[in-house]
């Protein structure tokens, strides 16, 4: 089977870019390892910047976010001298967050996207892209029924995440990999409990960091700093909700609305870019291009961002023969990639005292040192409106 575009996966990149190509008159399909289920219910980010909320709505795309999302504009820190809050709606460039979990944005997605005759294949797993430095580039796949298949394009689009096909099939030696362990590991939990504040909630304690983000009025995202190489079943509930309610300082703030665990899920804060975007004819995207420690909610942007600009990208080449935009597609999303980065990194130090895994207690919180910056860190934070400013401005920018 063939098409102009092959595009691996249905995430919010895969999906953005089927619509916008579709949508261009361009023929398409989207290749999907899972079911339509599991794509629509996968629980993942739920931040959307404004740039992200602006490009949804240029295509008509934003619907479902703006009856059901909600706008969002402060960030509580809890820190041993007390609690601040950041208005950083009202500070910067005065941008929001729109809360919707990222499962309805790929629902919407995949319903406009089936609504207006996209082609997508579920259970259908790439497994290898051959010929990217070629004229006549293919993926090979693994079809529902279990058979190889083979999926002739023009161009590919690698939108499957890190541990995709598109990744795999880059030769060694035609990009480089830059890799970046940030040394810490979260516990990622999602509660069957309303939010307990009107905020994000960051906590920064001796005993690690706890986060706490809203996602539906029934559903909220907790975070635990966590010993790295510990199962994530090894606490029971309760363990994990006290802990919760001593990081976050619920004797001094109040307590934390308790409820059934959903999903726990362990990572380690690690990130990495790979350079260039592009290999022949081969284009990454999304997770596949950048990984991003989810300390700053930037993944998921950056995501739709990057679809955006590979889909006039790849317009321009396909109905106008104009290949400039393909040309600078790397570059140009690369760097915001290194923007976001940077913030995540940043980010990432402001929540935890360390960055060295070889320097940590027993709790996996930092030494004296890296405590002292770090509480220096929040202090300015606290009390200097330009870096108010700064942080506002990067918080919501992508
Ligand atoms: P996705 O969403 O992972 O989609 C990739 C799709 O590709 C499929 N796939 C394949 N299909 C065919 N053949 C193969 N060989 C395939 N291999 C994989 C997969 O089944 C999947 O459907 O990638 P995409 O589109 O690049 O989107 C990236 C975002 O999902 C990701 O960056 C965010 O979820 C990151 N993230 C957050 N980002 C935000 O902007 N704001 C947040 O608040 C936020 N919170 C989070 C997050 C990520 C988290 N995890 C995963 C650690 C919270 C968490 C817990």
């Given at each position: 089977e063939s098409a102009d575009v092959v595009v691996l996966g249905a995430g919010p990149a895969g999906l953005v870019l089927g619509v916008l190509l579709h949508t261009a008159g361009i023929d398409c399909v989207v290749l999907e390892r899972a079911s339509r289920t599991h794509v629509q219910t996968r629980a993942r980010a739920g931040f959307l910047a404004p740039n992200t909320v602006r490009i949804l709505e240029r295509h008509g795309l934003a619907d479902g976010l703006h009856s059901s999302g909600r706008r969002h504009g402060t960030c509580e820190f809890r820190t041993e001298d007390g609690r601040f809050r950041l208005d950083y709606g009202a500070l910067g460039n005065g941008g929001h967050h729109h809360v919707y979990p990222q499962q309805n944005l790929v629902t919407d997605l995949l319903t406009h996207y089936l609504a207006i005759g996209g082609r997508i294949r579920f259970h259908t797993e790439a497994v290898v892209v051959r010929d990217a430095d070629g004229t006549q580039p293919y993926v090979t796949?693994?079809?529902?029924?279990?058979?190889?298949?083979?999926?002739?394009?023009?161009?590919?689009?690698?939108?499957?995440?890190?541990?995709?096909?598109?990744?795999?099939?880059?030769?060694?030696?035609?990009?480089?990999?830059?890799?970046?362990?940030?040394?810490?590991?979260?516990?990622?939990?999602?509660?069957?409990?309303?939010?307990?504040?009107?905020?994000?909630?960051?906590?920064?304690?001796?005993?690690?960091?706890?986060?706490?983000?809203?996602?539906?009025?029934?559903?909220?995202?907790?975070?635990?700093?966590?010993?790295?190489?510990?199962?994530?079943?090894?606490?029971?509930?309760?363990?994990?909700?006290?802990?919760?309610?001593?990081?976050?300082?619920?004797?001094?703030?109040?307590?934390?609305?308790?409820?059934?665990?959903?999903?726990?899920?362990?990572?380690?804060?690690?990130?990495?870019?790979?350079?260039?975007?592009?290999?022949?004819?081969?284009?990454?995207?999304?997770?596949?291009?950048?990984?991003?420690?989810?300390?700053?909610?930037?993944?998921?942007?950056?995501?739709?961002?990057?679809?955006?600009?590979?889909a006039e990208a790849l317009t321009g080449a396909l109905v106008r023969g104009d290949t400039t935009g393909l040309d600078t597609y790397s570059d140009r999303c690369l760097a915001h990639i290194w923007r976001a980065q940077e913030f995540t990194g940043w980010m990432t130090r402001l929540l935890h005292a360390t960055s060295d895994t070889s320097d940590r207690d027993?709790?996996?919180?930092?030494?004296?040192?890296?405590?002292?910056?770090?509480?220096?860190?929040?202090?300015?934070?606290?009390?200097?409106?330009?870096?108010?400013d700064w942080f506002a401005e990067n918080y919501v920018g992508v």
């Open positions: 796949t693994r079809e529902p029924d279990g058979r190889p298949a083979r999926w002739t394009a023009r161009y590919v689009a690698g939108c499957d995440g890190r541990h995709g096909a598109a990744r795999r099939s880059l030769p060694p030696g035609a990009v480089r990999h830059h890799q970046h362990d940030h040394g810490v590991t979260w516990l990622g939990l999602l509660a069957e409990a309303p939010p307990s504040l009107d905020a994000v909630g960051y906590a920064i304690h001796a005993r690690g960091f706890a986060g706490h983000m809203a996602r539906t009025q029934d559903v909220t995202r907790y975070y635990l700093q966590w010993q790295r190489g510990t199962p994530a079943d090894s606490w029971s509930e309760q363990r994990i909700w006290d802990e919760l309610d001593a990081r976050m300082r619920a004797e001094d703030h109040g307590p934390l609305r308790r409820g059934g665990l959903l999903e726990r899920a362990v990572f380690d804060l690690t990130c990495d870019v790979v350079e260039p975007l592009r290999h022949g004819s081969l284009f990454l995207a999304g997770d596949a291009a950048s990984l991003l420690a989810p300390a700053a909610a930037k993944g998921a942007n950056l995501a739709v961002l990057e679809a955006e600009i590979l027993d709790h996996g919180a930092g030494s004296f040192f890296l405590a002292a910056l770090q509480r220096s860190r929040l202090n300015s934070l606290r009390t200097s409106r330009i870096h108010q």
